[in-house]
C-alpha cells in the first residue's frame, strides 16, 4: 500500500458502503426511492420490511446486479462503474449469498469455491484449494469437499455458497434472504456461520426474515417499506420502541406468533 497516513479522508476509509440518493424504477414501479445509507467498515446492517419493500433490490443494485436510474453508489471510496472490466474488479470486493445457493452443479464443492480465485484473481491452484479447505472448515462442511452440490443438503450448500464468497476475500459480504429457502432446521446452522462471520469483524449487509439473528448480530437495524427507508436504529432501539407507524405495525404482526 502507498498510502501515506491521512491520505484518504476519514470517511472514505471507514464508511465501506455509501448510497446517496439512489432511485430506481421497474416501469411505472419506483422500487428505490431516494436511497442514502452508509455503511461502516465492520459494522452488520440488517434490512428488514414487508415483501415488496425494495429489499432485494436495494442489495443486489450494490453489486450492480441491479442498475439504477439515478444516485450514487461507493464501495471502499470507488464509485461502482456501468461494466466491464473495472466493475467485474469491484465485484470481486463485493461478496453476494442468494436464496438460492447458486453453486454450480457439475463441479465438487472443491471446486466451487477455488474457481473464482483461480480464474478471477489469478491464485496458483495449490493455494487456492489450500485456502478453500480452510474455509469449508471454517463453515463446517470440510467432510464434503469432494462431493457435487446435489449431494448435499440445502443449509450445507449454503454454507459452501458463503465459503466461496470468502474465498475471494472480499470487503464486503451481501446476503440477500440466505435462509428463507431453507427446512427450518437447517436455518440456524447459516445463521450461526453468518453470526461468526459478523464476530469476527466482516462488514455484512444482510436481507433477512430471521428477527432472531437481527436482534443478535446487527449493529444496526434499517426498516424499508414502499420502497423507502422508513428508519434506522440499533437493534435494541427498532424492537423495543419503534418509531414509524410502517414498523410499529410491522412488528406488530410478525412478534405477535
Known amino acids: 500500500m502507498d498510502e501515506s497516513p491521512g491520505s484518504a479522508g476519514v470517511a472514505d476509509s471507514t464508511h465501506l458502503v455509501v448510497l446517496e440518493a439512489v432511485n430506481k424504477h421497474f416501469g411505472d414501479l419506483h422500487v428505490l426511492k431516494d436511497i442514502d445509507l452508509t455503511v461502516a467498515k465492520g459494522e452488520v446492517v440488517i434490512v428488514i420490511g414487508?415483501?415488496?419493500?425494495?429489499?432485494?433490490?436495494?442489495?443486489?443494485?450494490?453489486?450492480?446486479?441491479?442498475?439504477?436510474?439515478?444516485?450514487?453508489?461507493?464501495?471502499?471510496?470507488?464509485?461502482?462503474?456501468?461494466?466491464?472490466?473495472?466493475?467485474?474488479?469491484?465485484?470481486?470486493?463485493?461478496?453476494?449469498?442468494?436464496?438460492?445457493?447458486?453453486?454450480?452443479?457439475?463441479?465438487?464443492?472443491?471446486?466451487?469455491?477455488?474457481?473464482?480465485?483461480?480464474?478471477?484473481?489469478?491464485?496458483?491452484?495449490?493455494?487456492?484449494?489450500?485456502?478453500?479447505?480452510?474455509?469449508?472448515?471454517?463453515?463446517?462442511?470440510?467432510?464434503?469437499?469432494?462431493?457435487?452440490p446435489a449431494q448435499l443438503s440445502g443449509g450445507q450448500q449454503q454454507r459452501v455458497a458463503i465459503a466461496r464468497s470468502l474465498a475471494m476475500k472480499p470487503k464486503v459480504m451481501l446476503f440477500d434472504e440466505p435462509t428463507s429457502a431453507l427446512d427450518p432446521e437447517m436455518i440456524n446452522e447459516v445463521l450461526d456461520v453468518m453470526t461468526d462471520l459478523a464476530k469476527e469483524g466482516m462488514t455484512m449487509i444482510v436481507v433477512t426474515h430471521e428477527m432472531g439473528f437481527a436482534r443478535k448480530a446487527a449493529n444496526r437495524v434499517v426498516f424499508m417499506a414502499d420502497g423507502a427507508i422508513q428508519e434506522e436504529a440499533t437493534p435494541e432501539e427498532f424492537f423495543t420502541n419503534p418509531q414509524s407507524e410502517r414498523a410499529k405495525d410491522f412488528l406488530s404482526k410478525i412478534l405477535t406468533h
Open 50 to 148: 414487508p415483501s415488496g419493500s425494495g429489499k432485494s433490490t436495494l442489495c443486489r443494485a450494490i453489486n450492480r446486479l441491479e442498475t439504477i436510474d439515478s444516485g450514487t453508489i461507493k464501495i471502499d471510496g470507488v464509485t461502482l462503474p456501468d461494466e466491464g472490466k473495472p466493475l467485474a474488479r469491484l465485484r470481486a470486493d463485493v461478496g453476494m449469498v442468494f436464496q438460492s445457493f447458486n453453486l454450480f452443479a457439475h463441479k465438487t464443492i472443491l471446486e466451487n469455491v477455488t474457481l473464482g480465485p483461480i480464474k478471477v484473481k489469478g491464485t496458483p491452484k495449490a493455494q487456492a484449494r489450500e485456502e478453500a479447505m480452510a474455509l469449508l472448515e471454517r463453515v463446517g462442511v470440510a467432510n464434503q469437499a469432494d462431493k457435487y
